[in-house]
């Protein structure tokens, strides 16, 4: 992978009053794994912000599945915690991805566009490089 190789970046912004909670995470996720281009930071309090190197065209086909892989666990990682967040906290997140408005987690639960949309189609996607 080239060392100029662009970064999109993951936003998942809080609707409303951020819990204590969401400090607590920000602590919390660096130690949970090795992460490709560092952790999640929390930014102005209200948004849990990844980077991620870009698997859009033409970029896809420079990208190592691997570090491709390794981004879909981060993404996942990070999505599974604001999910418990939001059950226990009642707590609504917007996701943005690339600049554009992905999905939402509401009541503990991905919308459809995050779960099906982001998350199985990224697997399949890295499935399908995997076997061809």
């Avoid at 939001?86 to 408005?101: K, Q």
């Amino acid at each position: 992978m080239r060392a100029d190789h662009p970064i999109d970046r993951l936003v998942a912004t809080v609707q409303g009053t951020p819990p204590d909670s969401l400090r607590a995470l920000a602590t919390q996720l660096p130690g949970r794994r090795r992460w490709i281009l560092g952790p999640p930071e929390l930014v102005g309090g209200t948004s849990f912000v990844l980077s991620i190197h870009t698997a859009r065209p033409p970029w896809d086909e420079a990208l190592d599945p691997a570090t491709d892989r390794a981004h879909l666990d981060e993404v996942k990682d990070l999505l599974g915690e604001l999910c418990r967040i939001s059950a226990e906290h009642g707590t609504e997140f917007a996701v943005d991805f690339a600049g554009e408005m992905i999905g939402t987690i509401e009541d503990g639960q991905m919308d459809t566009s995050l779960e099906v949309g982001l998350l199985a189609e990224w697997q399949r996607v890295l499935d399908h490089r995997r076997v061809v």
